[in-house]
């Protein structure tokens, strides 16, 4: 059986030609790139994208900067130079299939209002939405909210309160002492980073380099609580930490 040699090509045009299985309406692209779809092939150790060398190639203009090159069949396979222009990027988005393309068609909104530029605000930067929708979410709000009167638990003060949960503090900065005391303990940074036995930087699982090996052997046997913490009268002997008395 004879070796497998792929065949050379002498110029690119001829590298890329050879790529296009079918050219009825759409020139198809042989296996194309399984992520984007997208056709592409190597020339001289560099990477082409096959509808963009075909538009430089066939139109005889290279890719201004800034543009993108669009299909028009909505085929990512084809590499047809009629079935390719160039747009820039937000035109490209607007113009394809994906969720802004389809939000920027809508004319109503999901309650059916009309999107008229007097019905219109926008929000988080181009993101359209109901002024009617709102209006009436507000007038919903102000219904079912109601003033009550509480006592701060932090300063104790008496406050009153307008809405629909429950409010325990009367100021921001009260919100904020009651968040550092609900929040988890943590253990004091001076305890971090310290040996069980002696106190000295912890070299692995919490002891010194010389306490570790002393546990490693076996000939270590681990106080209740950290050494350090014991008061002065607390003595280490051998291996084993204890109290005199």
């Given at each position: 059986?004879?070796?497998?040699?792929?065949?050379?090509?002498?110029?690119?045009?001829?590298?890329?030609?050879?790529?296009?299985?079918?050219?009825?309406g759409?020139?198809?692209?042989?296996?194309?790139?399984?992520?984007?779809?997208?056709?592409?092939?190597?020339?001289?150790?560099?990477?082409?994208?096959?509808?963009?060398?075909?538009?430089?190639?066939?139109?005889?203009?290279?890719?201004?900067?800034?543009?993108q090159?669009?299909?028009?069949?909505?085929?990512?396979g084809?590499?047809?130079?009629?079935?390719?222009?160039l747009?820039?990027?937000?035109?490209?988005?607007?113009?394809?299939?994906?969720?802004?393309?389809?939000n920027?068609?809508?004319?109503?909104?999901?309650?059916?209002?009309?999107?008229?530029?007097?019905?219109?605000?926008?929000?988080?930067?181009?993101?359209?939405?109901?002024?009617?929708?709102?209006?009436?979410?507000?007038?919903?709000?102000?219904?079912?909210?109601?003033?009550?009167?509480?006592?701060?638990?932090?300063?104790?003060?008496?406050?009153?309160?307008?809405?629909?949960?429950?409010?325990?503090?009367?100021?921001?900065?009260?919100?904020?002492?009651?968040?550092?005391?609900?929040?988890?303990?943590?253990?004091?940074?001076?305890?971090?980073?310290?040996?069980?036995?002696?106190?000295?930087?912890?070299?692995?699982?919490?002891?010194?380099?010389?306490?570790?090996?002393?546990?490693?052997?076996?000939?270590?046997?681990?106080?209740?609580?950290?050494?350090?913490?014991?008061?002065?009268?607390?003595?280490?002997?051998?291996?084993?930490?204890?109290?005199?008395?």
């Open positions: 059986m004879s070796e497998y040699r792929p065949r050379k090509h002498s110029t690119i045009l001829e590298r890329f030609e050879s790529h296009i299985v079918s050219r009825d759409c020139w198809l692209w042989r296996a194309p790139n399984r992520g984007t779809g997208y056709g592409e092939f190597w020339w001289e150790r560099r990477r082409y994208l096959a509808h963009r060398f075909a538009y430089e190639h066939y139109h005889g203009v290279p890719i201004p900067q800034g543009l090159v669009d299909h028009l069949c909505r085929n990512r084809c590499v047809n130079p009629h079935h390719l222009r747009f820039t990027l937000a035109e490209n988005v607007l113009c394809g299939t994906g969720i802004t393309a389809i920027k068609q809508k004319t109503h909104c999901v309650n059916g209002h009309e999107f008229t530029p007097e019905n219109i605000y926008y929000f988080k930067g181009h993101h359209r939405g109901c002024k009617i929708c709102r209006h009436n979410a507000s007038l919903i709000f102000n219904r079912n909210a109601r003033i009550s009167q509480s006592r701060c638990v932090i300063c104790g003060a008496q406050f009153t309160w307008k809405g629909t949960r429950l409010k325990v503090t009367c100021s921001p900065s009260c919100a904020v002492t009651l968040g550092q005391q609900t929040a988890p303990r943590h253990p004091p940074k001076t305890e971090r980073g310290r040996c069980k036995i002696c106190g000295n930087p912890v070299n692995a699982k919490g002891l010194c380099g010389k306490h570790y090996m002393q546990n490693k052997r076996g000939t270590l046997n681990l106080p209740s609580q950290p050494a350090w913490r014991y008061p002065a009268s607390a003595v280490a002997t051998g291996g084993t930490t204890r109290r005199t008395a």
